[in-house]
């Protein structure tokens, strides 16, 4: 098992090189980026009228080529065209060219209780990647217009072998609950996929909370700060 901390890395294609994958390619070919949120719960007055209030995460991914150009992406379709214009972004969706990274669907509303489930997953198939992209970014937003990561019970990012119904391996994760670097913060980089000079897929963990109140700054920083 590789268990990542901030800023290390792995090559998927030497993970697990001795166990080569049904189809004969070795190391890790497919595996999920999932986030998992609570609604935020409150006591009421002297605790006698207990609510919850619902919580919007999103996670996202983008794509570059090698001049460092965004040639695909995935975030929420619900976002407004009107808003994602003013930025020169597209309407959202939820797969990439040929199906290689899909999206679960947009949870707006968070869990009851923490059953270890995530809420959002993107699903990972290097093999159908177009050969022309060089890095992926994948990223978290707290959709609200105020509030932050603090505030949401157990909000945690991880990569990780499987399925959506089944974890096998959970290679990184981050808790940006608990972590104190996310508190009022609405925005992180979670961690990319690169090509390696022999153009093996590699994973960095960056963990970095981003000064960026919504989806469109978030992908405009990543542009200028990590690519």
Aim: proline fraction near 4%; charge should be neutral.
């Amino acid at each position: 098992m590789i268990d990542l901390k901030k800023g290390s890395r792995f090559n998927l294609k030497k993970a697990d090189e001795n166990l080569p994958s049904a189809d004969g390619h070795k190391g890790i070919t497919e595996f999920c980026v999932g986030c998992n949120w609570g609604k935020i719960r409150s006591k009421g007055f002297l605790g006698l009228f207990p609510s919850t209030e619902e919580v919007d995460l999103d996670l996202s991914c983008i794509l570059f080529d090698k001049d460092r150009k965004m040639v695909d992406y995935i975030y929420s379709p619900q976002y407004l065209p009107e808003f994602l214009i003013k930025y020169g972004y597209p309407r959202g969706k939820l797969f990439t060219e040929n199906g290689a990274l899909r999206h679960s669907g947009d949870d707006r509303a968070g869990d009851e209780i923490n059953n270890d489930c995530d809420n959002e997953i993107i699903q990972v198939d290097l093999r159908k990647i177009n050969p022309n992209v060089q890095q992926i970014f994948f990223f978290l937003n707290y959709a609200e217009d105020s509030g932050d990561f603090a505030k949401i019970p157990y909000a945690s990012i991880r990569l990780f072998e499987g399925t959506p119904s089944v974890v096998k391996k959970v290679h990184a994760s981050f808790n940006v609950a608990s972590d104190p670097s996310f508190r009022g913060r609405k925005s992180m980089v979670m961690g990319k996929l690169f090509k390696d000079s022999d153009g093996s897929w590699c994973f960095w963990a960056l963990g970095d909370p981003l000064n960026a109140e919504n989806v469109c700054e978030t992908m405009n920083q990543i542009k200028r700060s990590f690519v």
